[in-house]
């Protein structure tokens, strides 16, 4: 076994860890990402070809167990009615996210003090404020100022174009006195540091032909490496170790020809998004730390958070070309974000727009939902289908709850022996009321927009993108796994930078505030550089 | 392909006529039907498929011929949707599976796409060009003024 030594590793080279690398690289110290995947090519991704619906499906799945690339690690999540989503490269999820980039709003942050439930964040909205603010740059915004949902902000591009669906959806809030606004989206409007503008292919979730979205493989990565940080793609890692007082010193990992390497650091950065995150922990047990490496609190892998969605579509007399334009970016609204004494239930939700899709999936997609048929009559049906949907999703705050959670698989194992996690959660029935409501109010979206027939899923099985909590942050050892900026309580030198750390889930889509979140810990790290293990 | 399928003559007439019911041409001819698009051949050629169509056909000729006729093929058009609707009872995967694997070729058939006023070929590097949006139509949501919750 081989062995080197660097000041920092970090493990994970996706949303977080791209941000996190950039930013300390100026302190020049140096810095070596672990990522189990490779670089991608934007010329693999299927809109390169006639059968990208396909293998959209299929080697570029959204679930790691439909696509079982090698990089890619099982995850059992038979035991939970929303899957896990995500991808494993160099960029992480952001190879197939759909760049819709919200930031938190500050009421999210205190929820504890503004509606009794869950727990307050130890930062807030203004900690975070100048992040993302960077966090746009670097990524590449679009979007309109002066959204009144939120504080006053910047964004540095012009928005998505809402195509003739967006425009029609925005006419169904307008008819009902509701907000919505142009959405903040990771996506190059227009040439943008290297980076061509959108050209409305269509499933961004599938990888971006175009480069337009900012995935991080394109933005934070090859600024950080000309900075001097090391990526080592197909590097995954096995376990960290600790030394005899108890700090990290280093990693064990698997290198790209499954030879077994060690690499020690002085300071060890977790950045495996909320499912690897807890994993690697619990896969890091050891005599100091029998139950999981930063585990005293018994809360690593606990208090698992997505945000249920409600996909809700409508189906249009008038062609839509709803398949023409970012995916999931063009309209959100925050009519329903708040808690709401008129509601039997707490918090809220945000809208986003669902463009179309191509026939292929609006065929299967109408087939499983009863509005299309096999036979006579098929061809009628359809042509009242494919171009004639569109719709919204619903992103319901989660509340984080302990029974919720990451553990280990008892059986199950990835390409290099490592156990694989297991997934358990249970639906709550404040989401399960946020969902009904979500989609209820979406239904009058859709219908004052025109649409003839509505037809919902929720909650949305393939929508575990979102992995939060499962290492929380917060003041407290006995209560929380990592201090106010990341750092673990039980071990000085070991900092967790993904949605692990979130308090709570919000109700929009995480990725700008995960990315925030990184950026603000490289920032406390270099800020306390001199006693940052006392 | 239809070298590489491996049914006889009458198991790929068969397949053809399945394949037609669950996705017949359109009456005005302007969409074919899923059995006149080569699909069959492509199915019967893929060897994790074949055995299901062959014992499928097996269930389907069974059924046909308690109604008196010698094959599935044979029986007038308007008996065949009830007897695919009675083969579940027999073979269970068979249809849907079928169905499944008829929609995925159909609709990533280029001559289909086209028909349907869609692209054939890959969405890249063309793409598609959407006018730029109106933002006047914020004007309601402007007037309304911030109402996002302060902590
Ligand atoms: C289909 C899809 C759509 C989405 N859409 C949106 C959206 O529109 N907006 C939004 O805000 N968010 C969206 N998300 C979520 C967003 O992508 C994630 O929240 C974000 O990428 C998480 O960042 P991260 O750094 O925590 O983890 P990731 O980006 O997932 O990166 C983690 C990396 O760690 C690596 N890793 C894990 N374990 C190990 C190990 N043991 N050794 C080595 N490497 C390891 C993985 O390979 C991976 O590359 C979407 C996600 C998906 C999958």
């Keep these: ?534 | 392909m239809t070298d590489q399928n491996p049914g006889s003559p009458e198991q790929q007439r068969a397949l053809a006529c399945v394949l037609d019911e669950i996705i017949p041409p359109n009456p005005d001819g302007r969409l074919p039907g899923a059995g006149a698009i080569g699909l069959g051949d492509t199915l019967a050629a893929r060897p994790e498929l074949w055995p299901l169509i062959e014992a499928g056909i097996q269930a389907i000729d069974a059924i046909a011929q308690q109604r008196g006729a010698t094959t599935f093929a044979e029986l007038p058009r308007a008996d065949r949707r009830g007897v695919l609707d009675e083969s579940v009872a027999t073979a269970p995967v068979f249809l849907p599976t079928l169905i499944a694997q008829t929609f995925v070729g159909y609709y990533q058939d280029a001559a289909v796409r086209e028909a349907l006023g869609l692209d054939a070929g890959a969405p890249f590097p063309k793409g598609y060009a959407v006018a730029p949006t109106d933002f006047s139509i914020l004007d309601p949501v402007r007037r309304r003024g911030a109402f996002f919750r302060e902590p």
């Design chain 1, 1 to 534: 076994m081989a062995e080197q030594a660097v000041d920092v590793v970090i493990i994970g080279a996706g949303a977080s860890g791209a941000a996190f690398a950039w930013s300390l690289a100026e302190t020049r110290m140096r810095i070596v990402c672990l990522e189990q995947g490779g670089w991608m090519k934007p010329t693999d991704y299927p809109t390169n070809s006639a059968d990208w619906e396909v293998r959209g499906a299929g080697e570029f799945a959204t679930s790691p167990n439909t696509r079982g690339r090698p990089a890619d690690y099982p995850i059992n999540d038979d035991d939970s009615p929303i899957k896990i989503a995500n991808f494993n490269a160099v960029g992480g999820s952001t190879i197939l996210y759909a760049a819709h980039f919200p930031r938190f709003k500050p009421s999210d942050f205190r929820v504890r003090t503004l509606d009794g439930v869950a727990d307050d964040w130890p930062i807030d909205y203004q900690t975070l404020e100048p992040y993302w603010a960077e966090n746009d740059v670097m990524m590449g915004v679009s979007g309109l100022a002066g959204d009144p949902a939120y504080p006053p902000k910047e964004v540095p591009l012009p928005p998505v174009p809402l195509g003739k669906l967006g425009e029609t959806i925005a006419g169904g809030f307008n008819e009902l006195g509701w907000h919505w606004w142009p959405s903040d989206s990771a996506i190059a409007t227009r040439e943008y540091k290297g980076r061509a503008p959108c050209i409305n292919l269509g499933p961004c979730i599938t990888g971006c032909s175009q480069g337009a979205k900012a995935s991080t493989d394109l933005t934070y990565w090859p600024e950080a490496e000309r900075r001097g940080v090391e990526v080592r793609p197909h590097c995954r890692v096995r376990e960290i170790t600790v030394d005899a007082n108890g700090m990290a010193d280093g990693v064990i990992y698997y290198d790209a020809e499954g030879v077994e390497q060690r690499l020690r650091a002085e300071i060890v950065v977790i950045a495996a998004n909320g499912v690897g995150t807890p994993r690697l922990l619990l896969n890091s047990a050891s005599n100091q730390f029998p139950d999981g490496l930063a585990n005293r609190s018994g809360l690593v892998g606990r208090n698992l958070m997505f945000h249920p969605y409600a996909m809700v579509l409508g189906l249009f007399d008038e062609p839509l070309l709803g398949y023409q334009g970012p995916t999931g970016c063009g309209l959100w609204s925050h009519e329903f974000y708040e808690t709401d004494p008129g509601r039997d239930c707490v918090r809220g939700y945000s809208f986003e727009l669902v463009r179309g899709f191509g026939p292929l999936t609006s065929a299967l997609w109408s087939l499983s939902k009863g509005e299309l048929s096999w036979g006579d009559g098929h061809h009628e049906a359809m042509a009242g289908i494919v171009d004639h949907i569109g719709g919204m999703m619903a992103i319901c705050e989660d509340l984080p709850e302990a029974h919720n959670t990451v553990t280990l698989d008892p059986d199950l194992v990835d390409g290099n022996g490592i156990p694989a996690p297991r997934i358990s959660y249970r639906l709550s029935e404040n989401s399960r009321k946020l969902l009904d409501h979500g989609t209820a109010r979406a239904t009058d979206v859709l219908k004052a927009a025109g649409a003839r027939r509505v037809v919902s899923d929720a909650p949305l099985a393939m929508a575990g993108w979102h992995l939060m909590g499962t290492a929380r942050m917060g003041r407290d050892p006995e209560h929380s796994v990592v201090n106010e900026w990341g750092r673990s309580h039980d071990v000085p030198n070991l900092f967790i930078i993904d949605g692990s750390v979130f308090v709570t889930s919000g109700a929009v889509n995480p990725c700008n505030t995960i990315q925030a979140l990184a950026l603000y810990v490289a920032d406390q790290i270099k800020k306390n550089i001199d006693h940052l293990f006392d």
